[in-house]
């Protein structure tokens, strides 16, 4: 037993237990629990605090996003205005294709009639030019002295020369005024261009004179 008693490994596992049950008097296991848990809540408390990666905000994301949504309503605006454009374009194109429509009609109708009027004033300037070929030159230039000049003229173009002449002839010899007249409608018929309808007035023609029965004197 004594041997047991001097023997260093029995110093050495007293020495550890003596050790061990020290510093479970000193250390507390319930403090130790304690401080254990109030870690373990203040490091959850720290993970809790952390946002996720989603709600991360930065300012010059927020400035550029806005300007984004702001580039795009402006392109919606502007997109319905062209729209609205396109949609005014169509219709003023519509109405000018009817008023362009309309006018052809009515040039056209403005034609049939000119050409009309055209026609019936051929008409009547031939049957006066006839009229005043059938009259004495003295005759027709009085009435022609009366007449507006381009009356007279476009009468007188439908004349032949042979007919024209005498009644300018006669106008001449009124007066100093009315041969300056009969000059001014001599020069323009000069420059008018010669109508093909004057082959087709008829002149004036003069019955075939016969001559006289020869009286012969009875014994």
Not at 36 to 62: C, H, M, Y
Request: glycine share 2%; hydrophobic share 40%.
């Amino acid at each position: 037993m004594i041997r047991i008693l001097k023997s260093t490994w029995l110093a050495v596992v007293l020495g550890v237990l003596a050790y061990v049950t020290t510093t479970v008097l000193l250390l507390r296991p319930d403090k130790l629990i304690a401080q254990r848990q109030a870690l373990q809540g203040t490091n959850t408390a720290k993970i809790t605090k952390i946002d996720p990666s989603w709600a991360f905000k930065n300012p010059e994301v927020d400035e550029l996003l806005a300007d984004l949504r702001t580039q795009r309503e402006a392109l919606k605006v502007r997109e319905q205005e062209l729209n609205d454009l396109t949609s005014r374009l169509a219709v003023e194109r519509q109405e000018i294709g009817v008023i362009t429509q309309r006018v052809v009609t009515m040039q056209a109708e403005m034609d049939r009639t000119f050409l009309r009027i055209q026609e019936q004033e051929f008409a009547n300037l031939k049957r006066l030019a006839k009229v005043y070929a059938t009259m004495s030159p003295e005759g027709a230039a009085k009435i022609m002295l009366e007449s507006p000049e381009d009356a007279a003229v476009k009468i007188l173009s439908f004349m032949k020369e042979s007919e024209t002449a005498p009644i300018l002839e006669s106008m001449a010899t009124e007066s100093p005024l009315t041969a300056r007249r009969a000059s001014q409608i001599s020069d323009r018929l000069r420059l008018l261009a010669p109508t093909s309808t004057n082959k087709t007035i008829p002149s004036k023609t003069t019955p075939p004179t016969t001559p006289p029965p020869v009286k012969t004197k009875t014994p």
